[in-house]
């Protein structure tokens, strides 16, 4: 099985060989492929050495699987580049998100769906994977209605450069700035670019993606993202109207037999989901599950994944051990 990782070099990229080794997919050649100043430079995986390689230097190597987190822009240039000579695209962007003929995959979701004709599948935004996770089972007993998110979003979504720009702004250092304001001891209510209406591309994603996971284009979504000063992950509250009520407990018994997640709800311990404790981990953690009090069928709850892992390398891996299990590569 030989598997590409492109941009191998990047966070997520980094990531994604973690979770490759971590879960000892059957990888017996890898490819890491990075940009044309990485060519030739040497990257370790598993004890033994791999050269990165160009982009078309991979392609005519012609792997089972190619796992991509280098941006759109070369999602769009290089995936039909390599679906063309037989590989499987797994792509982290969100070049092919919306496209009607490319299936957007949260496995424990729709895996069920692919096919060995999909050599393009794209991997949801990170904020959208963590939400749907926890929807996903309540639609299927409650019925979504409509769906109001605010994220609080980690700096490593934005990228390294991010990363150093808290890293410097707590120590005091002047440096490179990733975000028009300080990030440190601040929310920025700006995820990505504004659109022509008012939303962020970010908040945008939340809304599209959720109703092509759902396959429903009748629940109604809306969406503020915050970027927080937090390294580990996600984290979003969530509230959510159904048509059919519901009970609390059964609820959280629905969301406990959910696998991937991992409910954290018990006020007297002060039991809920933080960032801190999600980093590093797979699993999509769910807790103050509570009644809104002020509108029918409607339910409040706490959402923190690590937007790394799950919402991005993870999640990925767990698309292409889908295929490898079932024969679809």
């Known amino acids: 099985m030989k598997v590409a990782v492109v941009g191998a070099t990047g966070m997520v990229g980094e990531i994604m060989l973690k979770v490759l080794a971590e879960r000892n997919f059957p990888v017996t050649e890898l490819i890491p492929v990075a940009s044309e100043k990485s060519v030739g430079n040497e990257i370790e995986f598993k004890g033994k050495k791999y050269t990165i390689q160009s982009m078309a230097e991979a392609v005519k190597m012609k792997p089972e699987i190619a796992l991509f987190s280098a941006g759109g822009s070369i999602s769009l240039e290089w995936a039909p580049q390599f679906a063309a000579v037989g590989t499987t695209v797994i792509d982290n962007s969100s070049a ?82 990733a975000y028009p304001y300080p990030i440190h001891r601040n929310a920025l209510p700006h995820c990505d670019v504004f659109e022509d209406n008012g939303y962020t591309k970010e908040e945008m994603k939340l809304v599209n993606e959720t109703k092509k996971i759902l396959e429903d284009d009748t629940v109604l979504v809306t969406a503020t993202a915050v970027r927080i000063p937090v390294v580990g992950g996600h984290s979003e509250a969530v509230n959510v109207a159904f048509e059919q009520d519901f009970a609390i407990d059964e609820v959280r018994r629905i969301l406990h037999g959910t696998p991937g997640i991992v409910v954290q709800d018990n006020t007297d311990t002060n039991t809920y989901p933080m960032p801190l404790y999600a980093q590093g981990k797979d699993d999509v953690f769910v807790g103050r599950i509570r009644r809104d009090e002020t509108q029918p069928n409607t339910l409040n709850m706490w959402i923190v994944s690590d937007n790394l892992r799950k919402g991005a390398a993870t999640n990925t891996i767990q698309i292409a051990e889908y295929l490898v299990a079932n024969g679809l590569v």
Do not use: F, H
């Not at 959208?128 to 700096?155: D, E, F, G, H, W």
């Open 96 to 177: 092919w998100r919306m496209d009607p003929t490319k299936k957007l995959v949260v496995p424990e979701i729709n895996a069920s769906s692919l096919t060995k004709e999909d050599k393009i599948i794209a991997n949801p935004n990170c904020s959208t994977i963590q939400l749907v996770m926890a929807l996903a089972p309540l639609n299927k007993k409650y019925n979504v209605k409509r769906v109001v998110v605010s994220t609080y979003q980690s700096i490593t979504g934005t990228g390294v450069k991010a990363v150093r720009q808290l890293e410097n702004e707590y120590t005091g250092e002047a440096g490179e700035m």
